[in-house]
């Protein structure tokens, strides 16, 4: 039986918490990491319902996407239904794990699965993460470099948007000389030594530093290695905010309004006015978007798709996009699909449930 631990630490494998935004709290909120996991039932929101439903099914972690603990708490005398169900779960040995814009923020997280739902191609992110990235530069025996080489790229390094294993090399000349103490892999302690090198050097996500730091180390031949790690001011390509790619057909602007409706079960569309034109080009962003309204504009996007605009944000499309606010809830909803089907990969013979429990707090009176 896996412990709270495997999961969280797999969870932050496809979605680290350092790509979450400053004001975010994801990561384990309540329970302890080193519990036996009885299963995990998934869910877009942690109310007091989810956690009755966890008690029900014997299962004692939630992995939801918002976290339940956003501001802060200061006390806990179950006023407000967050602290009722923080302390419904903290009775009863509940572990609550969030994965929330740190998984919005991933090529493949919640902007894709919208993007799926869609049959976008040529996807690229809307608005890049800026810096964050380091390269790594260090000097290796000609001999050891692929051992080495492949050790980092094992760790994650040297990938660039859809290419992995990418790095450079060049021959050299390097030199040093050990004290009475030292073995050197080549060389006499006391002897200045000159040994034929290859300078190599590779990008990675500075999240990903200490384990590649540790995989240079642990497969270099030298005692004592050098490197450098120079930040760099590079956007990082397959991480940020949105999702923009084109429909796999042109569609008149009301046949991509019945597409929305019919893939995302919605009762209704907030937009802006019909401009009049065939569709192709869409951009998209779960939850709450408005701030990406202008990189949709300048990325050339016709549609966008979102949640969360406010009426005088309808005015900044300006007729130079459709805008469509779907509903908070609607366009994230398959974020807990997204989280199933995740875990049973790495997990299959272990039970990852889905919530039934309706979380949507906006209800539509049609009359």
């Known amino acids: ?3 709270i631990r495997d999961i969280t630490e797999f969870l932050h494998s496809i979605a680290p918490p350092q790509l979450q935004e400053s004001y975010d709290n994801a990561g ?8 036996e996991c009885r299963g995990v039932l998934c869910t877009l929101d942690v109310t007091e ?44 040995d509940i572990a609550i794990f969030a994965i929330h814009t740190n998984l919005d923020n991933v090529f493949d997280g919640v902007n894709g699965r919208i993007a799926d739902l869609l049959g976008l191609t040529d996807r690229q992110i809307l608005s890049p993460l800026e810096q964050g990235l380091l390269k790594l530069v260090s000097f290796v025996p000609h001999a050891q ?18 290419y992995s294993e990418c790095s450079f090399s060049v021959s050299g000349t390097g030199t040093f000389k050990g004290d009475a103490d030292t073995n050197p892999f080549a060389g006499t302690p006391g002897v200045r030594h000159q040994e034929p090198e290859t300078r190599f050097e590779v990008i990675l996500p500075s999240y990903l530093q200490g384990k590649v730091i540790s995989a240079l180390i642990s497969s270099h031949p030298y005692e004592e290695v050098a490197y450098d790690l120079v930040p760099l001011a590079n956007a990082q390509p397959r991480a940020g905010a949105g999702i923009v790619g084109n429909l796999e057909k042109t569609m008149e602007e009301t046949e991509l309004l019945s597409l929305l409706k019919d893939r995302f079960r919605l009762t209704l569309i907030r937009h802006t006015p019909l401009i009049g034109r065939k569709v192709n080009k869409v951009a998209v962003c779960g939850g709450a978007g408005s701030f990406l309204l202008p990189k949709a504009k300048a990325a050339g996007a016709q549609v966008y798709i979102t949640a969360d605009m406010k009426y005088h944000e309808f005015f900044e499309a300006d007729g130079q996009l459709l805008v ?38 906006v209800n539509y009176y049609l009359g």
């Open 49 to 92: 319902d989810v956690v009755g439903e966890a008690i029900n099914k014997n299962i004692n972690l939630i992995v939801a996407h918002h976290p339940i603990i956003f501001r802060g708490l200061k006390k806990l005398t179950g006023s407000g239904y967050v602290e009722r169900t923080i302390i419904r779960s903290i009775k009863n």
């Open 145 to 162: 470099l692929e051992q080495v080489r492949d050790a980092i790229f094992a760790a994650g390094a040297g990938t660039i948007g859809q």
């Open 324 to 361: 469509c606010d779907i509903g908070h809830f609607e366009s994230e909803q398959f974020t807990v699909d997204l989280l199933k089907e995740v875990l049973e990969q790495k997990f299959p013979t272990f039970a990852v449930l889905k919530s039934e429990v309706k979380t949507n707090p």
């Open 1 to 3: 039986m896996p412990l």
């Open 28 to 35: 384990l909120l309540t329970g302890n990491p080193e519990w």
